[in-house]
């Protein structure tokens, strides 16, 4: 099973950039879907952007504003995040699947906290 290890959060002023990093054990070129979801406190875990077989997607509320990206490599999925707002504040987790028919494997989160 893939390992994931994200990266990169920390507390950022509204307006601010912060760019997330997911290593992963392995090359997930093959991999049927990627991605970023996001927990805010009480609040379910929901999907932030996804490349599903190379085609990548964005939720609404940060299409045009977050960019979700791969290393030449393949073994890690980056996640640009420009313009942060309050509402972006949450633990994001990366994920990988293998296929459609496989349970995805999870990172552990990193905290992102957008205040002034």
């Known amino acids: 099973q893939v390992q994931l290890v994200e990266s990169g959060g920390g507390l950022v002023q509204p307006g601010g950039t912060l760019r997330l990093s997911c290593a992963a054990s392995?090359?997930?070129?093959?991999?049927?879907?990627m991605g970023w979801y996001r927990q805010a406190p009480g609040k379910q875990r929901e999907l932030v952007a996804a490349v599903t077989r190379d085609s990548p997607k964005y939720a609404g509320a940060v299409k045009d504003r977050f960019t979700i990206s791969r290393s030449n490599t393949g073994d890690t999925v980056y996640l640009q995040m420009n313009s942060l707002q309050p509402e972006d504040t949450g633990v994001y987790f990366c994920?990988?699947?293998?296929?459609?028919?496989?349970?995805?494997?999870w990172g552990q989160g990193t905290q992102v906290t957008v205040s002034s």
């Open positions: 392995e090359s997930l070129f093959r991999f049927y879907s």
């Open positions: 994920y990988a699947q293998w296929t459609q028919y496989h349970s995805a494997s």
